[in-house]
């Protein structure tokens, strides 16, 4: 995949000076912030700010203590007052204009008493050293604030300068007109550009959500397309079988009661998986999780797992103390699902095998462990030795989502072996501590 072009340093610096001045911090990085250029970037604006008063203001005292004959600390003082508040601006553009606009209407007024107020060589109402930086402050407005206040502190500023137009004096050369039309125009450009920056960020989030979106019907759609194949399928499978068990000591004459009760057990089985395959079916095809409150399997049921293995042919020895109490319900589904799978294995590879099945607590792990003996030579595997291996694969799924570790091979003796270690989270009592 080819990656997008580097927009060049200055659109990057502007980009960096509308967000700094939107008061948006950009995320920090590792690396000292002036030895990359993302850094040197970021913090482009504040340096050229910075530059900008470290000129203007001591240019705006010069001019008004020599040009306008006003007592230096006086001028000194309108000048900072007129002039720092830009630094404040990058962040606060408004308050900054509250204070740098008060200023210069102060200042303004000042120069008319200022000995200087009738030479025709100076500016009124303001020397260019605040019409520049008044003009800084407008371009921080502009990419800061909302139309509405930005067609306001333009009204302002006009007002002020309609004002001025009304006050008679005669070294007036038309400054005032020429910042309404400056600020106007500077006020719609950076606006523009704000706007505009904002409608992007919208769009991209919009193209976000939609992607998710997208991504979300896909994985609905797979989700209902897996539950149709269930419940056509499978689940259609073990309807049939349900009522051929259970109707089978009603069709055939003369069968032994061993079988009817084998017949029995064989249709409660099935029942008991069509339950659960409802269950999945609304879980597959529920949009959010509540199908997964309902009642699931755990170590309670063991003792009937076993039973039910038993009846299929396999014996199956299960270890006192199986059913472990205060389990995590995560852990213990997992546990029964990975003692139902390993038995499934001895069913299906090594029908016959005698299968030991074991589950203890150390008080902070669960121990799993489920061994069967080499098959006998007389009962031929259901499948073959490889098998699909979702078994396998399934186990590994479930001990990895609870943090736990699982072994899995054949023993020497030619049986197989199947030992999982599920983190119990809080404590449970081991077997020995109990009462």
Partial sequence: MSQSPQPPLWRSALEQTRLLARGISTPSHAATPFTTAAGRTRRLPYVLMFLAVAVLLPVGGFVLSNAYGMNGVVAGSLATVQTAPLLLALTRPLQAWWIIGSADVVGALALLASPAAEKESVT???????????????????????????????????????????????????????????AGVVLLVTGALRERGEAQRRLVAQETISEQERTRRTLLEERTRIARELHDVVAHHMSVITVQADSAPYRVRGLPPAAGEEFAAIAAGARESLTEMRRLLAVLRSEDTGGELAPQPGLSRLQQLVEATVRAGVPVSLAPGAAVKGVPPAVDLSAYRIVQEALSNVVRHAPGAAARVSVTSDGTDLVVLVVNEAAAAPHPPLETAAGTGHGLVGMRERVRLTGGTLDTGPLPDGGFRVAARLPLGTPVPAEDDRP
Avoid: K, N
Wanted: aromatic share 14%; with cysteine.
């Fill in 124 to 182: 009124w109402p303001w020397p260019v050293a605040t019409v520049l930086g008044y003009v800084l402050l407008m371009v921080c407005l502009g990419l800061r604030e909302s139309r509405h206040t930005l067609l306001g502190v333009w009204f302002l500023t006009a007002l002020v300068g309609f004002l001025f137009e009304l006050i008679p004096q005669t070294w007036s050369d038309g400054t005032h007109v020429l910042v309404i039309v400056v």
